[in-house]
C-alpha cells in the first residue's frame, strides 16, 4: 500500500475552487515534489493531507499507523518569549537531549543546539526546522518550502539534504518548491499544480510539457544556476580583450551577466 493516496480530492473556499479533482500516490523512499504559481492551492493541499482543513470532496488515505513528520513554510520566532533551540525542539515529541543533538547533527547544525532562538540565521532556522521534522522518525517527511529564505547555494544544499535524509532512512518526501530546477536532480517525481493537476511525471518530461511552459515560461533557470557554454576559437588577454584579431561583434556573443561562461 502506498505512504499517502489523495484520489479526487476537490477543496471549495468561500464558493471558490481552490483545488479541483486532485489524485496522487506517495510511495516509500520517494521524492515527490508540488510546484505552481503563488495562490495555486499547494499549502492548502497540505493542510488537507494534515487534516487542518476540511474539503468537500474525495479522500486522503493514510497507511494505517503513518507517522508523518512536518516541516511548515516559516519558523515564527517569539521575541518576547526567549527560548534555545534545544527547547524549541523539546516542545515536539518526547525526546531526549541526545536524540535532538543527533536530529540537529544529521542536518549539519548540532553547534547550534544552545543557541538562542532569536540569533539564529534563516538557513539554520530552516535546518532546525527540518531537524523537528525528522524527530519522530517519521515514515513520510512533509515540506512546506523547505528552502525558503534560503540563499541560492543554501538551498541546492538544503535539496541535497533531503535527498540524503530519503536514502538514509527510506522515507518518502511530499515538498513544495517554487523552482523546479533547483529540485531537479533531488526529485523522482513532479506534480504541477494550478488548483488542478496540470502535468506530472519524471522532472525531465514535465519541464518539456506544454502545460509546464505555459505556466512557468521556457527558461526559468536562475542565472547564479546558468551554465552557459559556447564554442571557443579564440583566446582572451588578461582584460577579456579578444586576441587573435577577433572583432568586437564576436565579443557581442558572450553571455549576460550572471551567467558562468566556460573557457575551452
Ligand atoms: N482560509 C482561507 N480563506 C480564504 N481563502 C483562502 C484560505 N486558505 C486559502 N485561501 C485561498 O486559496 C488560494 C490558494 O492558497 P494557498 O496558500 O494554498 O496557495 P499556495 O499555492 O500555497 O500559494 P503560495 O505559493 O503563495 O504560498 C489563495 O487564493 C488563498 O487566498
Do not use: W
Request: net charge negative; charged share 20%.
Amino acid at each position: 500500500m502506498s505512504l499517502l493516496s489523495v484520489s479526487g480530492l476537490s477543496l471549495r473556499i468561500q464558493k471558490r475552487s481552490i483545488l479541483d479533482s486532485i489524485n496522487f500516490e506517495i510511495e516509500a523512499g520517494q521524492i515527490v515534489t508540488l510546484i505552481g504559481p503563488n495562490g495555486a492551492g499547494k499549502s492548502s493541499l497540505i493542510r488537507c493531507i494534515l487534516g487542518l482543513q476540511k474539503y468537500q470532496k474525495g479522500r486522503v488515505s493514510l497507511q494505517p499507523g503513518l507517522k508523518i513528520g512536518y516541516m511548515p513554510q516559516k519558523m515564527h520566532v517569539e521575541q518576547s518569549l526567549p527560548m534555545t533551540v534545544d527547547r524549541f525542539l523539546a516542545l515536539g515529541p518526547k525526546t531526549s537531549r541526545e536524540q535532538r543533538e543527533q536530529a540537529l547533527q544529521r542536518v549539519g547544525v548540532a553547534n547550534i543546539q544552545s543557541a538562542p532562538l532569536q540569533t539564529i540565521s534563516g538557513g539554520e532556522q530552516q535546518r532546525v526546522l527540518l531537524a523537528r521534522a525528522m524527530l519522530n522518525r517519521p515514515d513520510l517527511l512533509i515540506l512546506d518550502e523547505p528552502a525558503q529564505g534560503v540563499d541560492i547555494n543554501g538551498q541546492a544544499e538544503l535539496y541535497d539534504l533531503i535527498r540524503s535524509i530519503r536514502d538514509e532512512y527510506g522515507c518518502g518526501v511530499f515538498m513544495v518548491s517554487h523552482d523546479l530546477h533547483l529540485v531537479m536532480s533531488s526529485t523522482d517525481q513532479v506534480l504541477c499544480l494550478n488548483h488542478h493537476i496540470c502535468c506530472s511525471g519524471h522532472p525531465d518530461e514535465v519541464t518539456k510539457s506544454d502545460e509546464y511552459i505555459s505556466i512557468f515560461g521556457e527558461q526559468r533557470l536562475h542565472p547564479a544556476l546558468a551554465h552557459y557554454t559556447h564554442h571557443h576559437d579564440h583566446k582572451h588577454d588578461l582584460h577579456g580583450d579578444c586576441l587573435n584579431g577577433h572583432s568586437k561583434a564576436h565579443q557581442s556573443s558572450t553571455p549576460a551577466s550572471g551567467e558562468t561562461h566556460n573557457h575551452a
